[in-house]
């Protein structure tokens, strides 16, 4: 038995023909030569389940990140063959080994800046996924190689080695002119995010694109933020017009994740642009007082109070600080997070969302003994009318 084993395994072909993935199997050097199975989906085994295989053999970029790791779970539980490239230590990705099951996750190096060994990494693959994204700037990586170059240079080379399907995360709010808010010249990260959807549509026509607003889950940069000492400055907070004319609609990371898994496999995905939105817009004032009631960190308490981020004297100074560690700033605070959390979410009526792709939302109110709801407000844009639906106003008493 272990000498037949042996022999398969060691006449197992891999051949590429047409930039399409085809795997055969010659047992014995009298056998006829095998035809190359032209699709992985030929190849699907099982039920389903995590010792199965889905046809579906896809390379993660950003898997080592927040929503990488949602990604491959959900990949890997379905019987998905998962590549994981990365970049640095490989113990930042090992963990990613329990994905799926023995053999059915890969590790792969690569280099950003070097088309081979992401020639490599996407080889056998039929699916690519995205995640590569930054939010500040690096020593070597500027937004705009991370957000911009690297994104159109994948879908390249997907495109040239003939992927089925290309998923690009990019973000809510991605605009060429984001209205300046704190920052001068605005978000870099939101311009940088559009080029990149753009710069992915023309390298990769049929590309699948994510635009998340901002994601919760374990491990986040949104809840941990905000409980971050460094974000607060002793027991206040400074917010952008104190949060109460900012809208947020946060999502949940395992359905964004689901919703990514789905895209690989529904074809009516293809070339659409889907806004990863959670199911309930709140005001950012409404949503800090509450983050703050579930730290037990109440006004009478502790203290609280949010006000104006424009009068505060204290964020210049974090903000220098912080640039001082570009690599790591400290609290994830950074200048371009900081004029992010001003901005509302912008909620498009014409675009499909995760509930197209059969994802039942998860409520924020679900995930955490919530004592304190929030209104919810509504604005969203409608692109026919060409403007906002008008929004409620917030909790009078927030606390
Ligand atoms: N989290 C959110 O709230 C949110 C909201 C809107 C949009 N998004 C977008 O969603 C995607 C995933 O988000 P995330 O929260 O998982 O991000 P994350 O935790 O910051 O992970 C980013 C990933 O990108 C990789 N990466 C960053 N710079 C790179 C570079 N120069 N070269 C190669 N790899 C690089 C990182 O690899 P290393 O580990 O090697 O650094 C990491 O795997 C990103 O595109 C992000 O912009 C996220």
Not at 180 to 205: A, C, N
């Amino acid at each position: 038995m272990a000498c037949t084993t042996l022999v398969l395994n060691k006449s197992t072909l891999l051949i590429r023909t047409q930039g399409l993935p085809a795997i055969s199997v010659k047992c014995f050097s009298t056998d006829p030569d095998p035809k190359p199975i032209k699709s992985l989906s030929l190849l699907k085994k099982g039920t389903g389940g995590r010792s199965s295989f889905n046809g579906i053999v896809a390379t993660v970029f950003g898997a080592s990140g927040f929503l990488g790791r949602y990604v491959c779970n959900k990949l890997g539980k379905q019987g998905s063959q998962i590549i994981v490239p990365y970049r640095g230590d490989f113990g930042d990705v090992h963990r990613l080994r329990l994905v799926g099951d023995l053999g059915q996750v890969l590790f792969q190096r690569f280099q950003p800046r070097d088309d081979e060994s992401i020639r490599k990494a996407i080889k056998y693959s039929n699916v690519v996924i995205n995640l590569v994204g930054r939010e500040f700037a690096t020593k070597n990586f500027s937004l705009h190689d991370c957000n911009v170059e690297f994104a159109g240079r994948l879908a390249r080379l997907s495109k040239e080695m003939g992927v089925d399907k290309f998923i690009h995360v990019s973000a809510l709010n991605a605009d060429p002119n984001p209205p300046t808010l704190y920052i001068p010249g605005g978000s870099k990260f939101y311009r940088t995010k559009y080029q990149g959807e753009k710069e992915v549509k023309r390298e990769f026509p049929g590309a699948t694109i994510f635009r998340p607003s901002d994601i919760y889950g374990q491990g986040d940069r949104f809840l941990r933020y905000y409980a971050h000492y460094f974000r607060s400055f002793q027991q206040t907070l400074a917010v952008y017009k104190k949060g109460e004319e900012t809208i947020k609609q946060p999502v949940f990371a395992s359905d964004v994740a689901a919703a990514i898994v789905a895209a690989c496999k529904d074809p009516d995905a293809f070339g659409k642009t889907y806004q990863a939105v959670g199911p309930k817009r709140y005001y950012l004032s409404d949503l800090l007082d509450w983050f703050h009631v579930i730290m037990k960190k109440t006004h009478e308490a502790h203290g609280y109070t949010r006000y104006d981020l424009r009068y505060d004297p204290v964020m210049p100074i974090k903000l220098i600080i912080t640039s001082l560690f570009p690599g790591t700033p400290m609290g994830d605070i950074s200048p371009e997070r900081v004029e992010r959390e001003g901005h509302t979410d912008i909620f498009r009526k014409s675009l499909p969302t995760l509930e197209d792709l059969g994802v039942q939302l998860t409520n924020m109110e679900d995930q955490v003994p919530w004592e304190l709801k929030p209104s919810a407000a509504f604005l969203s844009y409608d692109e026919e009318m060409g403007e906002f639906e008008k929004p409620v106003p917030p909790n009078p008493v927030p606390l």
